[in-house]
């Protein structure tokens, strides 16, 4: 134990401190005027970066009714790619490996069992080359390669990351896009946003970004989205942890001083629900409707009610790690065969009072154009969250799925080992955590 009990103590009284300086009623009157005068239409420097598609509501369902409703979809698909985390080895290689897959719901044993693996590797030596061609195994049922990543002086281990995670993730939607019929949700966003936010970074990782080989995994974004809209099946993603602050520094930017460090806390702020002294909202929630709550649900932060989900309707996103899909961005190079307003990201905001977390819904301009499906994607997503507590079932089993055991990766890095004749660059982290537990 590093800390004694008075150790403690001072520590709380600093929070004190902190707390009594900060009025939550002020946050409460200025989240609600951003909501009303601002949300409809943000802009950022006289461009519109959010937009309400449709009504302006923020809506609640009650969770035991809205649980047990019928869902929209009758089969709903979920993709995922984890990985073992970039690895840097004594020889200067620095290693990442994606293994995606697909589940449905109900289950496909068969589909279950089919995986795509990437291997991404960066060196120093500019004289090196590791590509390979795609190759199958597992009779069939795993398609893999190596991807010899365009070199850098840093990030090396960003890159690797996030060009595994996104070939394995695209390559495997693409190659089983045929195999939904109802609708398929991704385990994060629809676009690969890490490699839009390079730009923001660093300038030799934004020309990185449209580079050839990060340009060809946007490109498997791109032609998902057609895929898609050509077939008539709607395409989402569900983000389990949104990061988006495009919101808030249009804010600031607008001479806005905005309390909250990012977007999630803005909509969190707006969708927390408080005891009041009188009871508020719309009565008469069962049996699974949205009902639309025109009170002010922060007002007199009293004790968190947890009977109802609170969600918003849907806005359509131009700005941040968004502006490249926006109909007057340039997707990074990559040609867009549909009119480019339809491949705009759109979203809803979820928050599930029981869990204090706030998950995001994405989806394509061109399904949430129509006012049923974003009427069919919210109810949909709104009873999955209200069942399982956390993702929809498809998105948790492809988690699952696709997720590398701490215990998996170390063996996976021993392996590379042994093939690289070279050990891992050590880290006092390493040491002091285990290699495991990277």
Known sequence: MTLDPIHVENIAQLAYGIGGDVDATDHDDLAERVWREWLPELRRD??????????????????????????????????????????????????????AAMASSPTDLDLHRDRTIVATVHAGDSTAGFDSEWTKRDEGHTRQRVLHVPRVNRYAERVVHALALYLAEGTHALDHADAVDDLLVLDGPIYPKELFTWADRDPELGALAREAKPRAVIEKYVRLVERFVNRDVPLAGFVKNPASGTAVRAL?????????????????R?????????????????????????????????????????????FRSR????????????????????????YEPTFMVVYDPRTDV????????????????????????????????????????????????????????????????????????????GKETY
Not at 319 to 342: F, I, N, S
Request: charged letters at 30%; zero cysteines; glycine letters at 8%.
């Open 270 to 314: 707006l969708l927390e629900r408080r005891e009041q002294g009188d009871a508020t909202g719309v009565a008469g929630t069962g049996g699974g409707d949205l009902a639309v709550d025109r009170d002010d649900p922060t007002a007199d932060r009293g004790a968190r009610l947890d009977d109802d989900l609170t969600f918003t309707t849907w």
């Open 252 to 268: 600031a930017r607008a001479g806005v001083e905005s309390p909250w460090p990012d977007d999630t806390a803005l909509f969190t």
């Open 358 to 433: 706030t998950y995001k819904l994405e989806a394509p301009y061109a399904f949430t154009r129509d006012a049923a499906t974003r009427e069919r994607l919210t109810r949909q997503v709104v009873a999955e969250v209200a069942a399982t507590r956390g993702p929809p079932e498809p998105v948790a089993k492809a988690d699952e799925l696709a997720r590398i055991s701490a215990t998996e990766k170390a063996a996976l890095r021993r392996k590379f080992e042994e093939r690289l004749g070279s050990d891992q660059q050590a880290t006092y982290d390493d040491l002091r955590w």
């Open 46 to 99: 006289g461009r519109v970066v959010i937009e309400a598609l449709g009504d302006h509501e923020r809506r609640r369902a009650a969770i035991d009714d809205v649980a047990l409703a019928e869902r929209p979809f009758e089969t709903v698909h979920g993709l995922d790619s984890g990985t073992i985390n970039p690895t840097t080895f004594k020889n200067g290689l620095v290693v990442d490996v994606a293994h």
């Open 319 to 342: 700005g941040g790690a968004d502006a490249p899909m926006a109909a007057d961005g340039d997707a990074l190079g990559v040609e867009r065969e549909l009119d480019p307003e339809l």
